[in-house]
Structure formats: C-alpha cells, structure tokens
C-alpha cells in the first residue's frame, strides 16, 4: 500500500483566504511603489458597470443578493476611500447610501424581495456618482486597499 501525502485542511473558506492574500499583497510596500499610477479607463468602467447594473437590478425588480452585495462592498469600499480624503465631505452621502442599501436587505430578509424604493435609488445612484470619482482619482494601490477593505467591512455586517 502506497502512503499518501497527508492533505491539510485549511480552517479559513476560500473566499477568506482570498481576502487574506489580498491584504497580505496590498500591505507589501514592494507591490505599493509599483502600484502608484493611476487606475486604468478599463478598471473605472468596470466597477461603474458593476455598481450600475446592481442598481438597475434592485431598482427593476429583478435584484438578487449578488446585486444586493455589490452595492454594499461598493459604498463600504466609498467610505474607505472618503476616510482617507476622497471627498470626506461626502461621508454622509455614502452611510445614507449605504442605509438605503441595508433597508434592502432587510424587507429581503422579510420575504419582499430585493428592491431598493426610490428614494433609495436616488442616493445609491449618488454614491455610484462620488465613487466613480473617487476611482477616477485614487492610485491603483490605494484603490486594491480599499476594496479589501470594503469587502472585510461588508462581511462583518452581514
């Protein structure tokens, strides 16, 4: 019989372990003096894509949970990036957003669905706004460390 090579069994999920390899990279200064430059026209379109398509979802009646998420790690990943002085006057902008969002998840959780009501669609279309600017300025660096960020935060509010 031939032995096999113990397999060990990892504690962390995949997406954990993700997020924890994420952190270790963004904290490496190496890999932060690499990424001072701007961040790509390809990049900014697809996180506005992204955050524009979950709120048309959740705004048409065909939201998901995934749209739902979306747009939390989109506004916790705001705030970070207002926190460190991208349009930090506009924090509140970002936890209103961010309560309509939550608002959401709750009457989803009580059986109505994932939809944001107007009022609601008009302040996440307005955190989508400030957050395209804010990747529009952000260095790339700056940006990887606040979507890990905003995804940590995300998950510790579920």
């Not at 955190?127 to 990747?135: F, G, N």
Request: hydrophobic share 40%; with cysteine; glycine share 6%.
């Amino acid at each position: 019989m031939a032995l096999k090579k113990p397999i060990k069994k990892n504690s962390l999920s995949k997406s954990n372990l993700d997020t924890r390899n994420m952190v270790l990279l963004t904290a490496n200064p190496v890999w932060r003096a690499f990424a001072k430059k701007p961040v790509s026209q390809k990049t900014q379109t697809s996180i506005g894509l992204a955050g524009r398509m979950a709120l048309y979802a959740l705004t048409n009646g065909d939201g998901q949970y995934e749209h739902f998420r979306e747009l939390v790690v989109t506004a916790h990943t705001g705030i970070v990036l207002a926190e460190q002085g991208y349009g930090y006057e506009m924090l509140s902008e970002f936890n209103l957003a961010l309560d309509s969002i939550l608002a959401c998840r709750v009457r989803a959780l009580n059986g109505e669905g994932y939809s944001l009501r107007e009022q609601e669609g008009h302040s996440v279309n307005t955190l989508l706004q400030l957050h395209e600017e804010q990747v529009q300025l952000a260095e790339e660096a700056e940006l990887a460390s606040a979507i890990v960020e905003g995804f940590q935060r995300a998950q510790e509010s579920n």
